[in-house]
């Protein structure tokens, strides 16, 4: 081998060889990020996650595998999801999941970026928060799913006072930190006046204001109480079930998750639904979908769950038509 020694050429196709497989993987595309932004918890969402996993899934993406996801909680401190926001538009996300109550992440997310892709679950009308131009054609960088929790206020109010039609005085639980729940406490005030009924509001919007809400609420003697569409209020559901049970207070709530941790009764649309179909809307932008022409979203399904366990616990006899109206009666 002329000009070299053979050990030398050895040495060389060695080095090489080595090289060649750092170059390959400096070719090979990055993986993509999601940027999962929410106003809860994560420990208590770890069920939603496995929906929204799941879904993902289903659209080809696996985390770790060929998808990774960068997570921002806000632990129901709304004032921080502003800067979680602004993080990930910094970490370059392909696209930002923004959940949780009124849409506050989804305004957060949209305020941070007019570029990167965002499916949100909100809460609130998507138009009057200027997440989107339409719900037919989003027309902006997001679409999502509209959950309408909070616009269901009136009817789960009614809904308790067939339950505990003798209930002269109903409680109801609010965040205070929730946008939407001035509007909440309207549509309250509206339903109650419409079956005659008073209503005591108490407000919390941390734990260690929990204890005090309920002890304001049993001092109006109240017969009933209705906890207020929040995902922190979801996040700590347990808790506040467990304190309804504790004061003997008949109680109604927006999700499923309230009655199968032991609350009486709950009506809502299924929050499983709205984390599965982000999913698939983060799968399809992922794989070139522009979000502009991605429609919003909107609930068909309400569930009404009634626990016989928990009204039996309080003496209360459920009418069998309500039981049949019920999508799930708890045994």
């Known amino acids: 081998m002329p000009g070299i020694r053979r050990r030398e050429f050895i040495s060389l196709l060695g080095g090489a060889a080595a090289i060649w497989p750092l170059a390959a993987r400096a070719q090979q595309p990055a993986m993509p990020v999601i940027g999962f932004l929410s106003s809860a918890s994560a420990g208590p969402a770890a069920y939603l996650l496995d929906v929204f996993r799941q879904g993902l899934s289903e659209?080809?993406?696996?985390?770790?595998?060929?998808?990774?996801?960068?997570?921002?909680?806000?632990?129901g401190q709304y004032d921080r999801l502003p800067s979680l926001a602004i993080d990930l538009v910094r970490r370059r996300v392909a696209v930002i999941v923004a959940t949780g109550a009124g849409g506050v992440a989804a305004q957060a997310a949209k305020r941070a970026t007019s570029t990167i892709p965002i499916v949100f679950t909100s809460a609130i009308d998507p138009i009057k928060a200027g997440l989107v131009a339409s719900v037919n054609r989003p027309g902006g960088n997001a679409t999502g799913f509209i959950?309408?929790?909070?616009?269901?206020?009136?009817?789960?109010?009614?809904?308790?006072?067939?339950?505990?039609?003798?209930?002269?005085?109903?409680?109801?639980?609010?965040?205070?930190?929730?946008?939407?729940?001035?509007?909440?406490?309207?549509?309250?005030?509206?339903?109650?006046?419409?079956?005659?009924?008073?209503?005591?509001?108490?407000?919390?919007?941390?734990?260690?204001?929990?204890?005090?809400?309920?002890?304001?609420?049993?001092?109006?003697?109240?017969?009933?109480?209705?906890?207020?569409?929040?995902?922190?209020?979801?996040s700590r559901r347990e808790q506040l079930v467990a304190l309804a049970a504790r004061h003997a207070l008949p109680a109604i709530y927006e999700w499923r998750e309230f009655?199968?941790?032991?609350?009486?009764?709950?009506?809502?649309?299924?929050?499983?639904?709205?984390?599965?179909?982000?999913?698939?809307?983060?799968?399809?932008?992922?794989?070139?979908?522009?979000?502009?022409?991605?429609?919003?979203?909107?609930?068909?399904?309400?569930?009404?769950?009634?626990?016989?366990?928990?009204?039996?616990?309080?003496?209360?006899?459920?009418?069998?038509?309500?039981?049949?109206?019920?999508?799930?009666?708890?045994?």
């Open 59 to 75: 659209s080809g993406y696996i985390e770790g595998q060929n998808i990774a996801i960068e997570y921002r909680w806000a632990d």
């Open 147 to 234: 959950q309408l929790a909070p616009l269901l206020e009136g009817k789960r109010l009614q809904l308790l006072h067939e339950l505990v039609p003798n209930a002269a005085v109903i409680g109801v639980l609010f965040n205070p930190t929730n946008p939407s729940a001035e509007t909440q406490t309207a549509d309250v005030r509206a339903a109650a006046r419409s079956v005659g009924r008073q209503v005591h509001v108490a407000t919390a919007s941390s734990e260690d204001e929990f204890d005090a809400a309920f002890t304001s609420l049993v001092r109006q003697r109240i017969g009933g109480l209705l906890v207020a569409a929040d995902s922190y209020f979801n």
């Open 259 to 331: 009655s199968a941790a032991g609350g009486l009764m709950s009506y809502g649309t299924r929050i499983t639904d709205a984390y599965h179909q982000v999913a698939v809307y983060c799968g399809r932008i992922l794989r070139g979908a522009n979000p502009a022409e991605l429609p919003v979203v909107q609930p068909t399904k309400f569930e009404l769950v009634i626990n016989l366990k928990t009204a039996n616990a309080l003496g209360l006899t459920v009418p069998n038509a309500m039981q049949l109206l019920a999508d799930e009666v708890i045994e």
